[in-house]
């Protein structure tokens, strides 16, 4: 798991269809050795641009959704509270 910010949504006309129905964001990683790289993250749970998330990466990603053969690498699963402070 890593914390990142949400920084954009991403819009995507032609996509795997397995991915229809996925909210896909732009997240900027905060913190740690891996501060400052961006990802594309699937957001099931409606975090907003802006917001400071908990994404979970690889195999446990797609567990989140349910379905081990979609192909996702990223899941939002939390938005940290304000009051938390990182880097």
Known sequence: ???????DNVWA???A???????????????GTAEGQRMV??????????????????????RMLGNDDLPIDAVVIGIIDDDCQFG
Do not use: H
């Open 1 to 7: 798991m890593l914390t990142a910010k949400l920084i």
């Open 13 to 15: 006309t032609r996509k």
């Open 17 to 31: 269809d397995n991915l229809n129905g996925f909210k896909l964001m732009l997240a900027e990683v905060i913190g």
């Open 41 to 62: 993250v699937v957001d099931t749970i409606s975090a907003g641009i802006g917001d400071r998330v908990i994404v979970c990466q690889g195999s446990s990603a797609r």
